[in-house]
């Protein structure tokens, strides 16, 4: 059914319906009409052509459609006329709306807020629904399944389709649709009631986000919905191809179609476009109502951000629905307050890709790093505050604040945002401040984020401009959210609010708390509260321990105080050195950091909000103290020069500096450089303070005026160390100040210092005041050499050579022998009797004076060097002259000399030697490195080039090897050019060359000579010559160089070689006769032939033979592919050739003659077999080769022409894949239990579609779930084939509902689906999964504090909701705590109980003992099952409540009062003193008791009535009010002068007295002495003493509950020393008994377990027969299991006969009740064969063989005869298999052989016996009727009963080592218990002779005198204790007998510890 859609309200009014009649209006506006007004004419019912005879041919007539009558088409109108026109908008309007709508703006992506509008929708839909608000988004990226696409699917009210129609029509909102739920006008709208956070849902507003989405999403969007009550499913789509399409065909664009349908109906789906559609349809089946948007055609960048960043845009998501998806609290991860507003919606997102990749899952209730949650959990306090204006508009507003900890901000940055919150360039941020430049609100809108916008602050919470109590920073660490109602506008993509921080900084808008105050007040508070309870913004560094503080007043607070070196606060970091001021202190201080202090008892690095720091105040010189200040009022803002100036202003008095003068004009300034000799001094010292005066004494006013002295020292830096050459001291003058005299011992080289330090008379440290050095005065001078007086010779040359330049270095030096400056313009004389000596110039550098470019001149007469002595003169000097010696080598080449002088002559081929010397200017023989001769011939091509070396003798021969020339056949005439190619300067020498031709061999021809033809062969000449023939009669000749020819001689003969034969006769040769040549058979290329001489040099000739085919011979069969797929064509073509008798292929074939070839084979098709020619490679080619059918093996083809014939083989292989089958497949359904897996697996088979197996290893064969329920799990969910072409796949864990589902194996390849087998599987609930815990108990016993807890009774409860069998109550536990239920978890101070009684499947925990102190207490129960995981039951809260009350007892012990009768104030006995009932454990029982307590005065035993004291006005008794068990004793005092005995003791006794009805409980009074005397001063006396007397007392008993303790801990400790040694002795002699060494075992006991461990897994893993039958049933509620599993055969041969026997049977499932079988039977539709044991008969069969009566053998019984059920083992259920196999095996006997079975029942039917079936150990039966042979008699080999056979148990030795392991693994336990109970119990009783003991030992002793001692000063009677101390007695020395020793013990404990903590 469909139904049609008009569309036109998608931005135009809708169309009215087509009426019946049509006209159209006529303007007739020809000149010569008279009327041009608008006519309007009916053509319903009129001819086309009639019309045209009027109004002429217009073309279409439509609806409505205005003509122009005219006279032609440009003539002018003769009056206005109006024309009717539709205008609807474009579908762009639509379709591309998204793209402007949706915008990236603060750097985020778009794409997640256009899901929102489809959530917004989905939440509206949901908002009425009672239970769960589902919300699903898909994202369904496999393009196999017609992808991608995005579906949004709600379980809401779902849409009729009138409401369809309406959601289609753009900008229709909520105010104007018309539908059943909304009226047309806005009045209509009722907006919801007002909700906490505005989370009404009521979002989907504006008729505009839903089509903006999905277009901007996709270009295809299909709405399928099915409203509540409705049967029907609508069905609508919308995309841009149907509106171009519609476009394009000039459709109404606005209109189409809304399919009705039944749900899961998807015939008009698309099945290979929109796949995914019919599983999504085939979901409708079953739901009441629901809507689903699938988006198509995804845009490729939307695809690519939804796969990449699923995690960033899911989390946006979050971000928006966090208070939908978490309730009003958000997601509080601390603290549960979510359980108060919990949430029902669920939205989940799923993103599905093609395999093998897994699909991605997520609910936006898991997301924990969306940024509220991350300003949630980072916050610590919260500020709730509401804005209103108007009646409506309302807004609640949240500030979270976020503390400073632990050295920095926890303000939650934006994991997600890479970009810097400031980006700044030129700000440089020490420490991030917390928000920095973001917003505080983030703002909400009807509960939903509008994430374009935010409010910065408002005026209230803004940083004041002033300081206030508050730091500033603290304004950066709120954050807060701002949740407006629907009063305030958004715009319609809901990105942004239109004015919500307008309206809300109007004046009018108020800001308002629960309570009626000013809102900037209580937000100031709020602010420093949470600075003070939560910043911790110093960090105190550097730790060395405590001090105590003398300077603080209240004692408690001196100690202990932590001491450190530093702390970090606020980005800086104050170490102890460092100078600082401080702030807000009188007066304002200056000083160094000495330590800081921090109160309480800390060690390392800690955190704290402020502390103290100690500060040595400066200058020290003038200020002698520390002080301690807060740290908060160090100034912060001071900087270091600030700190410095002030101090220096103080120090401006002190010495500062000295002024240095120069008497004599000769001032020696700061690195002065003098000659050395030169005077220092006088010079005059003056000491100046920082003003500029003079001072000789110090001008410290607090002690005695010290002198200063001056000290001059003047220390020399030698190279080896300082060397002081001058030291004074100077006194002062008052005429010449500070004066020293002149020095004149300064002539060392070097640096020195000049020192003038200012010292202190009489002091041990001279130059220090204060720790600061007194002023100095340091002169830096330097002291270089004077003028020249000497000179001497550096680097003499001791060799030069003939004219070569070199130098003479000449170094001066002064009167003290140092190197100094040569004079100038000087000019050097040298003198040489046998050379001469010249330079051209001299330099200077530094102080060396260089003679340069210095030459000698002369002959070398020979080649021994002789030595010259040479004079240098310096004139000027005190001693000029220097003389030196050095030997004279030839100088540099300069000329080439070439012998002979003359022209030569040679012939070709011969050498010419030229010898050749290199001179040097004065003509001598010279050598040069690299000094290489060069020859080279000129006159003709290609001549050589010769080279001589004359490095080392000056001399050489060029030319000595031959001259060779080409074609040389006349005289030539050559030039040699002798040179020196790296010497520039020498001229180059010729000589002319003469060469002749050479008369040796040059050149060789051939030719061949046939009678008197002669065929001459040319060099490298090609010849063609028939294959496998002989080339003959060849000939050669020689001839020289000048063409002549060359006499054959045997010599000459000798020397010709030919390369195609080796034996070559030389007596041939010299005929010029070669030996013939054999052409080689093949013709596929060129032979080459060679003929040479060879004698001083190679001469040789050449040519190729080309072979050319012999006659065919044969056919010639080429495959160059010899492997083919069955059914596929072979891919490469077969040639096919003729052939001569050597292969080579023959022109025979041709395309004229290709018909006659044929080709034949078993099994081809020769459909596609093609033969043709081809051209280019003259072969004829066969295609088309193709086998079909058959198994896959090889081929032969049988190829023919003519008479010849030829074979060539083909191997055929599988086909492609096709299909995918299961190996041995399983019958139908499978059973298996949900949780559980498969244990046989499956074998997959890829086959071809001929069955053939394909072992392609490129398909991929993967499990595929056809239900969306059915979850499994396998090691590989997907995995190629194996070489076979077979898969194994196990499902090693199935989880789905009850009921069968299918599982589909299918294979892929290359993007091609092979289909597979489809396995069903039926499963089950596990009855062994737990999944919660049920407890039963009394809830309405009362709980009385110390009384045992009601009995509880513990269920654990499985999958199938029954009872979890073989339970371990070990592996529950109960768990108590005090408190409120709070999250899921107990907290890990619980207490645990254990298990008390297992009655079946109940667990009971009984007698647990309810806590002693009333109060909440909350009980929950846990069960640890397989692999560690945990189940909890609920929650279960108890209330205790106190015990009867016992006694009155004061909330405080009072001292002892001590009172006289003179004034009020001695006479007071109590001011105040508050008493309650309590019961024996103190807790308060006075709850309804309400009366009087009366205080009365007792005396001591035998004292007179008359002597006791009377209260005020005279009275014996008060009474106080009672109320509630509770009454406060106020003002009580004796009367004055009252009396009684002066020194005696009485007693206070306060007796409760119940009023009311009932009997009154009896209630231990209080009583409290006290001492009264007459005289006040003894009163205050006796008052202290017996002050101090109840402190000893108490203490006392303190020590003694101490030691009392550790002496009852080590009698325990001792008792399980001996346990745990007698634990080990029993596990030794355990396994001594079992066969173990027991003599090393403490050293190997781990070693021997893993060894035994692994003896045993060998064992296990060994093979053996198993029994491989399926058993899914097993372990389900009363269900033993299959009868092949139920029992064990040792022996094959019995395992085998009888499992064929009853094999039947073995498929038989066992229950215990017929309920269960029943179960099985309906669950397997009857195909399950069950036995319920409740319905077999049996009695136990004692009845012997029967062939023995009366305990005595008829007969003697041959082949060992045994009944079958007693070779039966049973693993379990021994009782239960008995019962079932004594049914189905009855009487059965197994004897050896058939013989002796025979011989058996012959021997029982002849004693009148019946005879039971008898079974063989070699596969025979004798039926019970005598009846055996024939295959129904004789069991198959054991193979053939696949796996239905009965298993073989595990041999005795596994059981031993089974047990051993278990001995040895306890013996481990007792002897690391033994071990820990010993160190225990050793190092108590170490401490228990500690000092720390002794001494609290002896300090018990000293107190207990000095008690004795008090005590007897008061002659009073025994010290009263008070109730405390008398409880904590009584319980320590007199324990209640009615309780427990375990309690009293672990009272004791208690005890112990808490006064252990008291006297620490």
């Avoid at 600082?580 to 000495?594: D, H, N």
Wanted: charged share 25%; glycine share 6%; hydrophobic share 35%.
């Amino acid at each position: 059914q469909e139904t049609q859609l008009n569309m036109a309200d998608l931005g135009a009014p809708r169309a009215e319906p087509e009426p019946d009649n049509r006209s159209v209006y006529i303007y007739d506006c020809r000149p010569e009409s008279r009327e041009s007004s608008e006519r309007e004419i009916e053509i319903s019912g009129k001819d086309f052509t009639q019309f045209l005879q009027a109004v002429r041919k217009v073309g279409e007539l439509a609806n409505g459609k205005t003509l122009h009558l005219l006279q032609s088409v440009d003539q002018e109108l003769t009056k206005a006329t109006q024309e009717r026109i539709n205008y609807l908008p474009h579908y762009h309007t639509i379709v591309q709306s998204g793209q402007y709508e949706y915008y990236a703006s603060e750097g985020q992506k778009a794409l997640p807020y256009a899901f929102a509008e489809l959530i917004d929708n989905a939440l509206s839909a949901t908002s009425r629904n009672p239970g769960v608000r589902r919300i699903d988004i898909r994202l369904l990226f496999d393009e196999s399944q017609g992808g991608p696409a995005v579906v949004v699917m709600d379980n809401g009210r779902g849409m009729t389709s009138k409401e369809l129609n309406n959601w289609a029509v753009y900008r229709l909102s909520k105010f104007n649709r018309e539908n059943s739920t909304f009226q047309s006008d806005h009045s209509g709208y009722v907006r919801p009631t007002p909700v906490p956070r505005s989370l009404n849902s009521d979002i989907s507003y504006f008729g505009v986000g839903g089509k903006q989405a999905v277009f901007y999403i996709g270009q295809s969007v299909r709405i399928i919905s099915k409203p509540v009550g409705s049967p029907d499913v609508h069905e609508f789509v919308m995309s841009k191809e149907d509106f171009e399409r519609k476009e394009k065909n000039k459709e109404e664009i606005y209109s189409g179609i809304i399919r009705n349908r039944k749900p899961g109906d998807c015939s008009h789906v698309k099945v290979d476009e929109e796949r995914f559609l019919q599983s999504l349809i085939l979901e409708e089946e079953g739901k009441d109502s629901f809507t689903a948007i699938v988006i198509n055609r995804i845009q490729p960048e939307h695809v690519t951000y939804l796969r990449n960043d699923f995690i960033l845009w899911t989390r946006e998501l979050a971000h928006i629905y966090h208070y939908y998806v978490h309730g009003i609290h958000g997601n509080d991860l601390k603290n549960e307050k979510k359980a108060d507003s919990p949430s029902n919606i669920d939205i989940q997102i799923c993103l599905l890709e093609r395999s093998p990749r897994l699909p991605k899952l997520i609910n936006l209730r898991e997301i924990d790093k969306d940024m509220q949650t991350l300003y949630i959990n980072s916050s610590v306090a919260e500020f709730e505050f509401k804005a209103s204006k108007g009646s409506d508009a309302r807004v609640e507003g949240l500030i979270r604040y976020h503390p400073f900890l632990y050295d920095k901000e926890t303000y939650p940055e934006d994991p997600y945002n890479s970009t810097p919150e400031n980006d700044d360039d030129d700000c440089f941020i020490f420490q991030a401040e917390g928000r920095g430049k973001r917003p505080i609100f983030e703002c909400f809108w009807n509960g939903r984020l509008i994430p374009y916008s935010s409010v910065n602050e408002f005026e209230w919470c803004a940083k004041p401009k002033k300081m206030c109590t508050v730091p500033l920073e603290c304004y950066n660490r709120i954050s807060g959210v701002l949740f407006a109602n629907d009063c305030f506008q958004v715009s319609t993509n809901k990105l942004t609010f239109m004015d919500l921080e307008l309206q809300l900084r109007d004046k009018e808008t108020i800001f308002t708390r629960e309570q009626r105050v000013k809102i900037s007040r209580e937000f100031t508070i709020w602010l420093k509260e949470c600075h003070e309870r939560f910043d911790k913004q110093v960090c105190f560094i550097g730790y060395h321990g405590t001090t105590t503080r003398t300077d603080v007043s209240s004692k408690r607070q001196q100690s202990p105080w932590a001491r450190f070196k530093g702390i970090h606060w606020d980005g800086k970091v104050y170490k102890a050195g460092q100078q600082v001021k401080s702030v807000k202190t009188q007066p304002i201080l200056f000083g160094s950091i000495v330590q800081f202090l921090l109160y309480g008892d800390h060690e390392g690095d800690v955190y704290a909000t402020g502390g103290h720091v100690q500060i040595a105040l400066e200058p020290q010189e003038l200020y002698n103290e520390v002080r301690i200040i807060p740290i908060s009022k160090i100034d912060r803002q001071a900087t270091d020069s600030a700190i410095k100036k002030s101090i220096a202003e103080e120090l401006a008095k002190l010495p500062d500096q000295l002024k240095v003068s120069w008497p004599e004009g000769n001032p020696w300034p700061d690195k002065a450089v003098r000659p050395a000799g030169t005077p220092l001094g006088p010079i005059q010292v003056h000491i100046l303070n920082k003003k500029g005066e003079t001072m000789s004494r110090l001008p410290v006013s607090n002690i005695n005026a010290k002198k200063l002295l001056m000290e001059l020292k003047v220390i020399w830096h030698s190279p080896k160390g300082d060397v002081q050459t001058n030291s004074h001291i100077c006194m002062h003058s008052t005429k010449w100040e500070f004066w020293f005299k002149v020095m004149e011992n300064l002539n060392k080289l070097g640096k020195y210092t000049l020192c003038l330090q200012t010292l202190l008379s009489d002091s041990e440290s001279a130059s220090e005041w204060a720790g600061k050095r007194l002023p100095q005065y340091v002169l830096h001078f330097t002291i270089k050499e004077s003028s020249a007086a000497c000179f001497v010779l550096r680097s003499v040359p001791t060799s030069v050579q003939v004219g070569v330049p070199f130098s003479l270095n000449l170094e001066f030096k002064d009167e003290f022998d140092h190197v100094t400056q040569p004079p100038s313009d000087i000019k050097p004389q040298l003198e040489c009797s046998s050379l001469q000596l010249n330079y051209e110039q001299t330099a200077l550098n530094g102080t060396t004076f260089t003679v340069q470019d210095l030459r000698a001149k002369g002959k070398v007469t020979n080649q021994l060097e002789k030595v010259h002595t040479v004079k240098v003169i310096v004139p000027g000097l005190k001693q000029d002259f220097q003389s030196f010696q050095f030997s004279v080598r030839p100088g540099p080449p300069q000329q080439l000399v070439v012998f002979p002088e003359n022209d030569i002559s040679i012939e070709n081929g011969s050498p010419a030697g030229f010898k050749v010397e290199v001179h040097d200017e004065f003509q001598n023989i010279t050598t040069h490195s690299k000094l290489i001769v060069r020859c080279q011939l000129l006159g003709a091509p290609d001549l050589p080039v010769d080279t001589v070396d004359c490095s080392n003798t000056g001399t050489g021969v060029l030319l000595a090897k031959p001259v060779q020339l080409k074609n040389v056949t006349t005289e030539q005439v050559l030039t040699a050019k002798f040179g020196i190619p790296n010497q520039k300067g020498i001229s180059c020498v010729e000589r002319s060359l003469r060469v002749l031709p050479s008369t040796r061999v040059f050149r060789v021809e051939i030719y061949r000579q046939d009678s008197d033809d002669v065929m001459l062969i040319q060099n490298l000449e090609r010849i063609n010559w028939t294959a496998g023939d002989t080339l003959g009669s060849l000939r050669f000749r020689l001839y020289d160089e000048g063409g002549r020819l060359v006499p054959l001689t045997h010599k000459l003969a000798h020397n010709v070689k030919v390369n195609w034969t080796a034996g070559v006769r030389t007596a041939e040769l010299a005929k010029g006769r070669l030996p013939n040549v054999s052409v080689p058979t093949k013709v596929q290329r060129e032979h080459f032939y060679q003929v040479s001489f060879t004698d001083q040099q190679s001469v040789e000739t050449s040519f190729f033979i080309i072979p050319r085919p012999d006659e065919p011979d044969k056919l010639r069969v080429t495959l160059r592919e010899n492997t083919v797929k069955m059914g596929e064509t072979l891919s490469e073509n077969i040639s096919v050739e003729v052939v001569d008798q050597y292969g080579n292929k023959t022109d025979t074939l041709n395309a004229e003659n290709i018909k006659t070839v044929s080709v034949h084979a078993d099994d081809l098709d020769v459909s596609t077999l093609s033969v043709d020619w081809q051209e280019s490679s003259g072969t004829v080619l066969v295609s088309g080769v193709r086998f079909t059918g058959g198994s896959p093996g090889s081929r032969e083809l049988c190829f023919k022409y003519q008479e010849f014939e030829e074979f060539a083989r083909v191997k055929v292989t599988a086909g492609p894949p096709a299909k995918i089958t299961l190996v041995e497949a399983p019958e139908m359904p499978l059973h298996v239990l949900n949780g559980r897996g498969l244990d046989t697996p499956f074998l997959l088979q890829l086959c071809d579609k001929w069955e053939n197996p394909v072992p392609d290893q490129r398909v991929v064969i993967a499990i595929k779930t056809l239900s969306t329920q059915l979850k499994v799990k396998s090691s590989v969910m997907s995995r190629p084939v194996d070489p076979d072409g077979k898969a194994c796949f196990k499902l090693e864990m199935v989880t789905a509902p009850k009921g069968e589902h299918e599982l589909e194996f299918r294979g892929s390849f290359s993007r091609n689906s092979i289909p597979g087998p489809v396995v069903k599987l039926n499963v089950m609930p596990d009855p062994n999964n737990p999944v919660k815990l049920t407890v039963e108990y009394d809830n309405e016993a009362i709980l009385i504090a110390g009384d045992f807890l009601p009995e509880f009774k513990v269920m654990v409860v499985s999958e199938e909701g029954g009872p979890v069998k073989n339970v371990n109550p070990a592996s529950l536990t109960m768990l108590l705590w005090q408190g409120l239920a709070a999250g899921t978890r107990p907290p890990p101070e619980a207490t645990n109980f254990k298990c008390s009684q297992q009655d079946s499947d109940i667990f009971y925990f009984r007698d647990k003992e309810i806590p002693e102190h009333v109060g909440k207490y909350i009980v929950q129960f846990v069960f640890v099952g397989e692999k560690g995981k945990f189940l909890w039951s609920s929650q279960i809260a108890l209330k205790v409540v106190h015990d009867k009350p016992v006694r009155l007892v004061p909330e405080s012990s009072p001292a002892t009062p001590v009172v006289s009768n003179s004034d009020a104030g001695n006479r007071t006995l109590l001011d105040s003193l508050c008493l309650k009932i309590m019961d024996k454990y103190n807790n308060p029982a006075g709850t309804g008791k309400n009366g009087q307590v009366v205080v009365t005065v007792i005396g001591a035993a035998g004292s007179k009535a008359k002597d006791l004291p009377l209260f005020e006005k005279k009275a014996k008794s008060v009474s106080y009010k009672l109320t509630e068990g509770e009454a406060t004793i106020t003002g009580l005092a004796l009367m004055e002068n009252s009396p009684g005995c002066d020194g005696a003791e009485y007693t206070l006794q306060f007796q409760p007295v119940i009023e009311g009805p009932g009997p009154s409980p009896t209630i231990t009074p209080f009583t409290l002495p006290f001492r009264f005397y007459n005289d006040a001063e003894n009163q205050k006396v006796m008052a202290e003493m017996s002050k101090k007397k109840d402190q000893l007392s108490h203490s006392i008993v303190l020590y003694k509950g101490i030691l009392d303790t550790h002496t009852q801990l080590a009698s325990e400790l001792e008792s399980q020393v001996r346990d745990a040694s007698s634990r080990e002795t029993q596990c030794k002699s355990e396994l001594s008994k079992s066969g173990i060494d027991v003599s090393k075992l403490r050293t190997v006991i781990d070693s021997l377990i893993a060894e035994k461990k692994a003896d045993m897994e060998k064992i296990q893993n060994a093979p053996r027969r198993k029994c491989t039958m399926p058993d899914s049933f097993k372990g389900s509620p009363d269900v033993l299991g299959k009868i092949a599993h139920l029992a064990q055969v040792e022996d094959d041969d019995a395992a085998k006969v009888i499992s064929w026997h009853i094999l039947g049977d073995m498929d038989c499932v066992v229950t215990v009740t017929t309920a269960a079988a029943k179960k099985i039977y309906d669950d397997t539709q009857g195909r399950q064969q069950v036995m319920p044991l409740e319905t077999v008969f049996w009695r136990p069969n004692t009845r012997p063989l029967p062939h023995i009566r009366n305990e005595e053998p008829l007969f003697k019984p041959l082949g060992n005869p045994v009944f079958v059920r007693d070779l039966l083992i049973f693993p379990e259920h021994e009782e239960n298999c008995n019962k079932v196999f004594s049914t189905v095996v009855g009487d059965t006997i197994l004897v050896d052989d058939l013989d002796s079975a025979n011989h058996y029942r012959k021997g029982v039917v002849q004693n009148k016996v019946q005879c039971p079936t008898l079974l063989t150990r070699q596969g025979e039966r004798i039926r019970g009727n005598g009846k055996f042979g024939g295959l129904q008699n004789k069991a198959p080999p054991i193979e053939k009963l696949r796996g239905q056979v009965f298993g073989a148990p595990l041999p005795e030795e596994y059981h031993t080592i089974s047990k051993q392991i278990e001995l040895l693994q306890q013996y481990s336990v007792a002897v690391q218990k033994a071990s820990e109970v010993r160190a225990d119990f050793d190092g108590h009783m170490l401490y228990l002779k500690s000092p720390e003991m002794k001494q609290k030992q002896r300090e018990l002793q000293d107190q207990e005198k000095t008690l004795k001692d008090i005590e007897k000063k008061l002659a009073s009677t025994p010290v009263r204790s008070s109730p405390v101390s008398v409880a904590k007695r009584n319980l320590l020395e007199e324990p209640d007998e009615t309780l427990p020793a375990k309690r009293i013990r672990r009272k004791k404990r208690i005890l112990g510890t808490c006064l252990s903590s008291i006297s620490s």
